[in-house]
């Protein structure tokens, strides 16, 4: 799960995005308004309304290797999961980890802002859906 290959981006229809490794996909059997993908993530923030470039605004990527990696007993990488509903997902797609820290890191948008300038965060704290 923590190939960086295997990470992927959603943007929903407000511009939340979600950056990480599928963790369960959505139930068939449930209404379309019910069904959420589940995901262990790595990296949020939000598509820049005006350029639409990515602005990562928390990087959960410490907490996920702590979970991953089993560091904390009797807690699993599901404990930090970000529920997306799928009905609300406009953009789905891989996302090169490596790609992003070699050529995006340390950019600025065409806005002004820049594109990686996380918030700290604590860690074990219940991570938003995009509901």
């Known amino acids: 799960m923590s190939d960086e290959e295997g990470a992927i981006m959603t943007c929903d229809e407000n ?14 059997a449930l209404p379309a ?3 959420v993908l589940s995901i ?8 820049c309304k005006d350029f639409q470039q990515l602005h990562i605004t928390t990087d959960y990527s410490e907490a ?4 991953h990696n089993g560091i904390l007993e009797g807690q ?15 953009i789905l797609r891989r996302f090169d980890i490596a790609l992003f820290d070699s050529f995006f ?10 594109i990686y300038l996380p ?8 991570i938003a859906t995009s509901k």
């Not at 262990?40 to 598509?47: F, R």
């Not at 996920?64 to 979970?67: D, I, L, P, Q």
């Not at 918030?119 to 219940?126: A, G, I, K, L």
Request: proline content about 6%; overall charge positive.
């Open 40 to 47: 262990a993530p790595i990296m949020s923030g939000s598509m």
């Open 105 to 114: 890191k340390r950019k600025v948008c065409a806005c002004g802002h820049d």
């Open 119 to 126: 918030r700290p965060h604590r860690q074990n704290v219940s």
């Open 64 to 67: 996920f290797y702590t979970y």
């Open 76 to 90: 699993s990488i599901d404990d930090i999961a970000a529920l997306v509903f799928t009905k609300k997902i406009k």
């Open 15 to 28: 511009g939340k995005v979600f950056i990480g490794f599928v963790l369960g996909m959505p139930d068939p």
């Open 33 to 35: 308004e019910e069904r």
